[in-house]
C-alpha cells in the first residue's frame, strides 16, 4: 500500500463537529517528512481539535487520515504513540506530586513493574543530554518552571519514539529565552529527520520556526504555503480574513478630572512579602494609563489591591475623590469600577453555569436584573442575548455553560459583562494574553471606543507592544515600585526596555543629560 | 494489529438528563443485586425479600403511611442538604440538627409560657432557629477559619446525641414516666394531628412540601440562590464578582440546619410527643437524608420523591424484620450500598461509552 514518495501525513476532508459547531470541516493538506509545519490560525480555528484527532483523543465524524500512503484509523492516544506520534499539550498533562522519571515511566508498557524508573533515569539522561533539555530526573514536577515541564513533555514524547511530535502553543508559557532554546531545540529534531507540527497563532513564529504553513480559520484550511515564499501581512490577512489594524486609530483628547487616585501604596504578596512599594499615580476620565513590566513585578498585588481583593498595608485609593481603601470587591465595584481578571478561566467566568448567568455575575443584585432578591429571568435572558451580539461572541445560546467557549469568546463574554454595566474605570489585567491577533485586536479597540466615552483605564500588561500601542500615558513597573511614568508619544522604546530592567527614569534623564553636555 | 476493545470512553463536560436519570437506575439496580446476596447469605430467597420489602412499603393503606411517615424527616432534611451541596457544603450533620430542633420543639412544648393555639408554629420556629444555631457552627468555622466541614458537621452529630442524652437522663427525665429516659409527654396542644389512624403527621409533610419549591425558588431565582450556585462551582469567580463567602455559607447553612431541625420537631410532635433516647427518636434520618440529597442529584423537587423512595425501604425494612426474622440492620447495609453504587456512579455520569464503527 505504503507508496515510496507519498507525504508522511495526509489529512483528507476531516470533518469534526462539536454541539453548535463545526471545529473541522473537510480539512484536507499534506505534512511532508523532516520539515517543521505551523498550523496557524486564530482561537476556535479548529487547529488544537485536529491535532487532537491525530493524536487519537478525538475521532473525526468524516474523512481519513494517512500516514505515509496508508490509511489508519488512530482511535487512541496509545495507538498514535504506536505509530510514533507525540503531542506536547499546551496545558501539560502531568502529575504535580510526582517526579520527572515517575511521570515517564507512567504509562509505558516497557517499565519494569518494580523500581519502574531505575532504567529509565539512564534513557532519559541520555535523550536530555543529546537535545540539551537539562532536566533533573528526580525532581518533583510541581518544583520545575513551566519551561521545564515542557522540556518534561517533550522528553516523554522522545521517549517513546516520537518521530513526530506535534506541539500546541508551545511558547505560550516560555520566556524569550526559553523560547529561544525550544526552537534550537526543535531544529535539531528536524536535522535528524524528525516531523514537528507547531500549533501557534503568533506570526513571528511562524516566519522564524516553520518551513511550511497551513492557515486554518473557521475549522477550514485557508491554504498552506511554504513559508519563505509568504510575509505575515498575507498570514494575518489569510488567517482573520480581512487586514489586521496593527496600528490603532487614537484620537487625541483632552483628559478629564482624576477618576482613580493612588498615593503612597504598599502591599504584600502571598508570601508575605513586600510586592508593591510606595505607588502613586493617576488614571483620568478618558485617559489609558499602561502599567508595563515584566510578568512577576507586582502587577497581579496591584490589580488586587485597586479591586477589593487584597488589603493594602498602608497608602490610599480614591476613586472619583472617595477613599475607597481596603474596601470590599462589592464596594469598589459600586462605585462603577469594571475588572478584567488576570485568569479569565478561574477569576472571571463560572465555567459550569450558563452563559446567561454569566453575563449577570455581578450586576446580579442590582436592578433591573433584580428587585430585592428575585431575579428577572426574562430580562437576563435578553440582555445575554444582546451581550451575545453586542459582542460577537460565538456560541449556540445563553444556555450554554461558559467552559463550551474558546478562550477569545471567553474574554469577548467578560468584557461584555463589564463594559455593558457602564463603567467610570476598568481595571484590565492582561487583557489580550493568549488570545489570537483578531480577538485580542477587538479587545484593544473595544478598549479605546470606552476611552472614546470618557471611561478611564487602568491597562496592565506584560506586552510592550500593546502597551505601548494604546495607551496615553505609561508607567514602568520594576520589582513592585514605579520606575517613571512617560507620556506614550515620548518616549523611546530602549527607555522603556531600561525602566522594565530597572533602571529609574531620573537617572536615564541624568544620563541623557550629561551625554549632552558632554556634546 | 492488538485487539482492542468494542467501545472507548470518553469525557463528557455536561451530562444530559437522560444519562443523569439512567447511570442513577442503574445505581439503584447495583445496590438491589449486591444487596439479594447479603440476603441470600442470611438464609432468605432474595426474591420473597424484596416482595416482602415492596409489600411492607406499599402492600396496603397502612404500609403506605408508615412509608410516608418515614418519608417525612428524610424529606426536610434532604432538602435542607441538598442547599447545602449546591453551596459545596458538606454538611454530614444533619442527624444533629434534627435533635436540636427536637429539643428546642420539646423545650417549648413542656417549659415555655408560650399559649396553645400558638404552640404547635412556636415549636416550628424554634425548632428550625436550634437547628440553623447548630449548623452554623460549623458554617462559621469553615468560612472564617477554614476548619473542615465533614469533620466538624459530623462531630456536631455525638454533641448532639449526649445533649439528648444528658437532658432525658437528667434535668428533663419526666416525672411520670416510671424512671425511664423520657421527658414527660407534651400537652395535647403540642400534639400534631394525624391522619386517621395513621402516623402520619400532615402538617410536617406540608411544611416539607413547601419547603421543596420554596429552596427550589430561592435556588434558581433570587439573588442569594444564584450566589449559592456562584460560589458552589467557581468560589474564586464568585470572589470576584464581590460575593461573600462567608454570608452565602451561613446562609446556606442556617437554611439546610433549620430544615433538619424542622424535621426534628416533626418527630416528637408528630410521632414521639415527648423528648427521649435519640436512637429512638431518629432511625438516623440525618445520615440517611445525603443519600436521599445525592439521589435527587441536588434537586430540591426531587428530593420527594427519593425521600419516598427511602422511606419504603425503612417501612419495608420493618416488615422484614417481622416476617422474614432478618435484623432491622438490613436496611442500614442496603442504604449503604445505594450510597456506594450512587457515588460510583457519578464517574460514570461525566464519562460516556462510544461504539466503534466496525
Known amino acids: ?519 | 494489529m492488538k485487539d482492542r476493545l468494542p467501545f472507548k470512553i470518553t469525557k463528557r463536560k455536561n451530562p444530559s438528563g437522560f444519562a443523569v436519570i439512567t447511570v442513577s437506575f442503574l445505581a439503584l439496580l447495583g445496590a438491589f443485586i449486591v444487596a439479594s446476596i447479603v440476603f441470600w447469605a442470611y438464609g432468605a430467597n432474595p426474591i420473597q425479600a424484596y416482595k416482602a420489602l415492596f409489600s411492607g412499603a406499599f402492600g396496603g393503606l397502612y404500609e403506605i403511611s408508615e412509608t410516608v411517615r418515614r418519608a417525612t424527616p428524610l424529606l426536610l432534611a434532604g432538602i435542607g442538604l441538598v442547599i447545602a451541596f449546591k453551596a459545596k457544603f458538606w454538611n454530614i450533620g444533619a442527624e444533629g440538627q434534627l435533635l436540636l430542633g427536637a429539643i428546642a420543639a420539646s423545650w417549648v412544648a413542656l417549659f415555655s409560657p408560650v399559649p396553645g393555639p400558638l404552640m404547635i408554629p412556636a415549636m416550628f420556629f424554634f425548632g428550625f432557629l436550634a437547628g440553623a444555631a447548630w449548623g452554623l457552627i460549623p458554617a462559621f468555622l469553615k468560612s472564617k477559619l477554614g476548619i473542615n466541614d465533614v469533620i466538624t458537621t459530623l462531630m456536631m452529630n455525638y454533641i448532639a446525641i449526649n445533649l439528648v442524652l444528658f437532658l432525658v437522663q437528667g434535668p428533663w427525665k419526666g416525672e411520670q414516666q416510671w424512671g425511664f429516659p423520657y421527658t414527660d409527654k407534651f400537652p395535647a396542644s403540642a400534639q400534631l394531628p394525624t391522619i386517621g389512624n395513621t402516623n402520619v403527621h400532615w402538617t410536617t409533610v406540608l411544611v416539607g412540601v413547601i419547603a421543596a419549591f420554596a429552596v427550589y425558588f430561592i435556588i434558581n431565582r433570587t439573588t442569594p440562590g444564584f450566589e449559592i450556585k456562584v460560589l458552589g462551582s467557581n468560589p474564586a469567580a464568585g470572589r470576584f464578582a464581590g460575593m461573600s463567602y462567608v454570608k452565602t455559607t451561613l446562609f446556606v447553612m442556617t437554611i439546610s440546619g433549620g430544615l433538619a431541625g424542622m424535621a426534628g420537631v416533626g418527630e416528637v410532635a408528630g410521632i414521639h410527643h415527648m423528648l427521649r433516647n435519640p436512637s429512638e427518636l431518629s432511625l438516623g434520618y440525618g445520615y440517611t437524608a445525603i443519600i436521599v440529597a445525592w439521589l435527587a442529584r441536588k434537586n430540591p423537587i426531587a428530593v420527594i420523591l427519593t425521600s419516598l423512595f427511602f422511606g419504603a425501604i425503612f417501612a419495608g425494612g420493618d416488615a422484614i424484620k417481622v416476617s422474614l426474622g432478618l435484623p432491622f440492620q438490613i436496611t442500614d447495609v442496603f442504604n449503604g450500598l445505594i450510597l456506594f453504587f450512587l457515588i460510583g456512579s457519578e464517574l460514570l455520569m461525566s464519562y460516556k461509552i462510544e461504539w466503534r464503527q466496525s
Open chain 1, 1 to 519: 500500500m505504503a507508496e515510496e514518495n507519498s507525504p508522511l501525513i495526509r489529512f483528507q476532508s476531516v470533518v469534526k463537529k462539536f454541539p453548535g459547531v463545526v471545529a473541522n470541516d473537510r480539512v484536507s493538506f499534506t505534512v511532508a517528512g523532516g520539515t517543521i509545519h505551523s498550523l496557524l490560525g486564530e482561537n476556535g480555528a479548529g487547529k488544537t481539535t485536529l491535532m487532537n484527532i491525530l493524536y487519537g483523543l478525538y475521532q473525526q465524524e468524516g474523512g481519513s487520515i494517512y500516514l505515509r500512503g496508508e490509511e489508519f484509523k488512530i482511535d487512541s492516544p496509545t495507538r498514535a504513540i504506536e505509530l510514533g506520534i507525540g503531542m506536547v499539550h499546551q496545558h501539560f498533562k502531568l502529575v504535580e506530586n510526582h517526579t520527572v522519571a515517575e511521570n515517564i515511566a507512567m504509562g509505558l508498557s516497557s517499565a519494569s513493574t518494580i523500581r519502574p524508573t531505575r532504567a529509565i533515569k539512564r534513557k532519559l539522561l541520555e535523550l536530555a543530554g543529546q537535545y540539551g533539555l537539562e532536566v533533573d530526573p528526580d525532581a518533583k514536577i510541581w518544583q520545575l518552571s513551566a519551561g521545564e515541564k515542557q522540556r518534561v513533555e517533550i522528553l516523554r514524547a522522545l521517549y517513546r519514539g516520537a518521530d513526530i511530535l506535534i506541539l500546541d502553543e508551545p511558547t505560550s508559557v516560555l520566556t524569550p529565552g526559553e523560547t529561544d532554546r525550544l526552537f534550537e531545540v526543535l531544529e535539531d529534531m528536524k536535522s535528524e529527520g524528525r516531523t514537528i507540527i507547531f500549533i501557534t497563532h503568533k506570526l513571528d513564529e511562524v516566519m522564524e520556526i516553520s518551513d511550511v504553513v497551513t492557515v486554518l480559520r473557521e475549522g477550514r484550511v485557508v491554504d498552506t504555503i511554504e513559508t519563505r515564499s509568504t510575509d505575515k501581512t498575507e498570514l494575518s490577512r489569510k488567517m482573520v480574513g480581512r487586514e489586521v489594524l496593527f496600528d490603532l486609530e487614537k484620537s487625541s483628547r483632552e483628559r478629564g478630572p482624576k477618576i482613580l487616585e493612588v498615593e503612597g501604596l504598599n502591599a504584600q504578596n502571598d508570601k508575605r512579602v513586600q510586592a508593591i512599594r510606595d505607588l502613586t499615580f493617576s488614571v483620568h476620565e478618558g485617559e489609558i494609563l499602561g502599567i508595563a513590566g515584566v510578568a512577576g513585578n507586582g502587577q497581579r498585588e496591584l490589580a488586587e489591591v485597586l479591586t477589593g481583593l487584597r488589603n493594602a498595608t498602608s497608602g490610599n485609593i480614591f476613586i472619583d475623590g472617595e477613599d475607597v481603601t481596603n474596601s470590599s470587591p462589592r464596594t469598589i465595584t459600586d462605585r462603577e469600577v469594571a475588572h478584567i481578571p488576570e485568569d479569565r478561566m478561574k477569576q472571571g467566568i463560572v465555567g459550569n453555569l450558563s452563559l446567561k448567568d454569566n453575563v449577570i455575575l455581578k450586576a446580579y443584585r442590582s436592578k433591573p436584573f433584580s428587585r430585592g432578591i428575585l431575579i428577572n429571568s426574562n430580562l437576563v435572558q435578553e440582555h445575554a442575548e444582546k451581550v451575545i451580539e453586542d459582542f460577537d461572541i460565538k456560541v449556540p445560546g445563553p444556555d450554554t455553560p461558559a467552559n463550551l467557549l474558546s478562550g477569545g469568546n471567553i474574554q469577548r463574554l467578560i468584557l461584555g459583562r463589564e463594559v455593558s454595566s457602564n463603567p467610570r474605570l476598568i481595571i484590565a489585567s492582561h487583557p489580550t494574553y493568549g488570545l489570537d491577533v483578531a480577538a485580542a485586536e477587538q479587545i484593544r479597540q473595544l478598549l479605546l471606543e470606552q476611552r472614546e466615552t470618557g471611561v478611564g483605564v487602568l491597562l496592565i500588561s506584560e506586552n510592550l507592544t500593546e502597551v505601548t500601542s494604546i495607551s496615553d500615558r505609561i508607567a514602568v513597573l520594576f520589582e513592585g515600585e514605579i520606575m517613571g511614568t512617560v507620556e506614550s508619544q515620548e518616549f523611546e522604546r530602549e527607555e522603556l526596555g531600561m525602566m522594565m530592567a530597572g533602571t529609574p527614569l531620573e537617572d536615564l534623564e541624568r544620563r541623557k543629560g550629561t551625554d549632552q553636555g558632554q556634546k
